[in-house]
């Protein structure tokens, strides 16, 4: 059974989902599938909800740009696909439907891409918040529009100030640049 923690954050209630050896799931509190999710966990905490909690803290302070928790999203093989080419648009950084279409090498797939984009079970560590539309235009967000402006102005040090003003606690300091998505999955 999933160990289930909510972390407040400065974009609202977050919903962590741990299964012990990996983060399952992080999902706005607000979304859809966190009563389905909560119905299949107990509260509590644990190693990995810890860990992901404290490297939030430093992403929301502007001092982490990259998670190294590990993640077991479940979804299809094309979803996984997806999920692991979003771990590659770097902090700071935008990425369009299409471009993800053409890293996993499926070029007109860019609508099942945005399924998948708005299917990711770990918000933020796997940055869908990253994906706009191919004319530059914000698209749709679970955690709505405005939490993806946040996100991306706290990415490009627009958003740090207010981060800072509402992170309580320190996190630790930036990972290595290795290849984030390999390790985050596992591999």
Same mark, same amino acid.
């Given at each position: 059974?999933?160990i289930?923690?909510?972390?407040?954050?400065? *974009?609202? &209630?977050?919903e962590?989902?741990s %299964?012990?050896e990996?983060?399952?799931?992080?999902?706005?509190?607000?979304s859809?599938?966190v009563?389905r999710?909560?119905a299949?966990?107990?509260?509590?905490?644990?190693? *990995?909800?810890?860990r =992901?909690?404290?490297?939030l803290d430093? !992403?929301?302070?502007?001092? @982490?740009?990259?998670f190294d928790?590990?993640?077991a $999203?479940a979804?299809? $093989? !094309?979803q996984? @696909?997806?999920?692991? /080419?979003?771990l590659?648009?770097h902090?700071?950084?935008?990425a369009?439907?299409? =471009?993800? +279409?053409?890293? *996993?090498? @499926? $070029?007109t797939?860019?609508?099942?891409?945005g399924?998948? %984009?708005?299917?990711n079970p770990?918000?933020?560590?796997? $940055?869908?918040h990253r994906?706009? &539309?191919?004319? &530059?235009?914000?698209?749709?967000?679970?955690?709505?529009?405005?939490?993806?402006r !946040?996100?991306? +102005?706290?990415?490009?040090?627009?958003g740090?100030?207010? +981060?800072? /003003? /509402?992170? /309580?606690s320190?996190?630790? &300091?930036?990972?290595? +640049?290795?290849d984030?998505?390999? @390790?985050? !999955?596992?591999?």
């Amino acid at each position: 059974m999933a160990i289930c923690l909510t972390y407040q954050s400065p *974009i609202g &209630g977050l919903e962590l989902f741990s %299964n012990g050896e990996a983060l399952e799931g992080l999902l706005f509190d607000d979304s859809r599938k966190v009563e389905r999710w909560r119905a299949q966990s107990q509260s509590g905490s644990d190693a *990995i909800l810890d860990r =992901t909690c404290r490297q939030l803290d430093g !992403f929301f302070a502007g001092r @982490r740009q990259e998670f190294d928790v590990p993640l077991a $999203p479940a979804g299809t $093989p !094309f979803q996984l @696909r997806v999920w692991k /080419a979003l771990l590659r648009v770097h902090y700071g950084e935008t990425a369009t439907y299409g =471009t993800i +279409a053409a890293h *996993i090498r @499926r $070029p007109t797939a860019s609508r099942a891409v945005g399924l998948a %984009n708005g299917s990711n079970p770990i918000a933020i560590l796997i $940055p869908c918040h990253r994906i706009i &539309g191919a004319n &530059g235009s914000l698209t749709g967000y679970g955690g709505g529009l405005d939490c993806k402006r !946040f996100l991306l +102005a706290l990415e490009q040090g627009q958003g740090q100030i207010v +981060a800072r /003003a /509402a992170s /309580a606690s320190s996190g630790a &300091g930036s990972s290595s +640049a290795q290849d984030c998505s390999d @390790r985050a !999955f596992g591999n």
